[in-house]
């Protein structure tokens, strides 16, 4: 049974910066690319960002290219998306799935909220 857990979302005040961390189970891990998604509220879920499972690539969407890394630990099956220079437009809920471009599972974690707000 594939899963995902993310965490590590709060209220942050504009400027600030986060970590999240995902970790997941129930495929193998080490060799698969794993992405970060956002769904703001009203909105449809979108890509954040990518990272294949040799770390070498990285993917960003444009509103947060410059603004974010992406790391993975293979050894812990987890993945990590540092962000920065919060805007208000980052409120939304983090979820990570497997893939580079776009989700390979239908299952989702329950996500993780990140509201940036003063």
């Known amino acids: 049974q594939v899963q995902f857990a993310e965490s590590g979302g709060g209220l942050v005040q504009p400027g600030g910066s986060l970590r999240l961390s995902c970790t997941a189970s129930?495929?193998?891990?080490?060799?698969?690319?794993m992405s970060w998604y956002l769904q703001a509220p009203g909105k449809e879920r979108e890509l954040v960002g990518g990272?294949?499972?040799?770390?070498?690539?990285?993917n960003w969407a444009d509103a947060v290219k410059g603004r974010a890394r992406i790391s993975r630990d293979n050894e812990k099956n987890t993945v990590y998306l540092e962000m920065n220079s919060l805007k208000p437009e980052d409120t939304a809920v983090y979820y990570c799935?497997?893939?580079?471009?776009?989700?390979?599972?239908?299952?989702w974690g329950q996500g993780t909220q990140v509201t940036v707000s003063s």
């Open positions: 990272i294949s499972a040799d770390e070498y690539g990285r």
């Open positions: 799935n497997a893939g580079y471009w776009k989700p390979v599972y239908d299952s």
């Open positions: 129930g495929f193998s891990f080490g060799t698969t690319d």
